[in-house]
């Protein structure tokens, strides 16, 4: 079942174009990794898909239209945000006020699915501890929760490893295809990890500005553009 078609993109940024006619779909269930140059356009197109960018032109269509409402995002973080003053409690909750609207107060609900999602993430032992004296590997897991706080369908996530230690990336990785195969969410990931690409995802997205490759990723080491990226390395 097609969740999201993205027809014909434009999308600028910073007064430039930064995507250009880019089209592809998002499938229910799957995980899909974007990827390509820096600059490429990656994060701009996850920011469009998750409501932050108005496309200049071209059209996002959502098969089920609540769940515009429904996308749990995970930007980039910023130093500024690594140093918020907040318990991760009051962090994950946060996550809820998405699907708020006008309404002043969390409801049981809410508190009930924050208190799942950490439970889910594995961080129930530093539930009241201060999100800035966390280490960056426990802050992304925080921040997962928190978007899983506004969706139980679809997860957008940018470069959700960046910074990380490499045996804390492996258990991020494996966090997140958790969520996939056990939980029924389907996963939209930036990564500038090509080799890890090809590993994790159904199908890739190679963006240049406008879409290179799209389809699976078998596919995408047999063609030209794969090819090239994945030179000198070695996939299982």
Do not use: W
């Amino acid at each position: 079942m097609t969740l999201i078609t993205c027809k014909d993109l434009c999308i600028n940024y910073d007064n430039f174009e930064a995507v250009s006619n880019a089209s592809f779909t998002i499938n229910k269930g799957e995980k899909i990794c974007i990827v390509g140059e820096n600059g490429s356009g990656k994060s701009t197109l996850l920011k469009a898909i998750a409501g932050l960018l108005k496309p200049k032109s071209g059209e996002i269509v959502f098969n089920d239209i609540s769940l515009k409402n429904r996308i749990g995002y995970l930007p980039q973080q910023t130093q500024s945000q690594r140093d918020f003053p907040a318990s991760v409690y009051e962090v994950v909750l946060s996550g809820c006020l998405n699907n708020k609207r006008l309404l002043p107060f969390y409801s049981y609900s809410d508190i009930k699915s924050a208190n799942a999602n950490i439970a889910k993430l594995g961080i129930k032992h530093i539930k009241n501890s201060c999100y800035r004296e966390l280490s960056g590997g426990q802050q992304q897991r925080v921040l997962l929760a928190r978007a899983l706080c506004a969706t139980d369908k679809l997860l957008l996530l940018d470069e959700p490893v960046t910074g990380l230690d490499p045996l804390v990336t492996l258990q991020m990785y494996s966090t997140i295809d958790n969520l996939n195969k056990n939980y029924g969410v389907t996963i939209v990931m930036v990564s500038h990890d090509v080799e890890f690409a090809v590993k994790f995802a159904d199908r890739i997205v190679h963006i240049n500005k406008s879409i290179e490759f799209f389809g699976s990723a078998t596919d995408y080491k047999a063609c030209d553009t794969g090819s090239r990226f994945l030179r000198g390395k070695t996939i299982d």
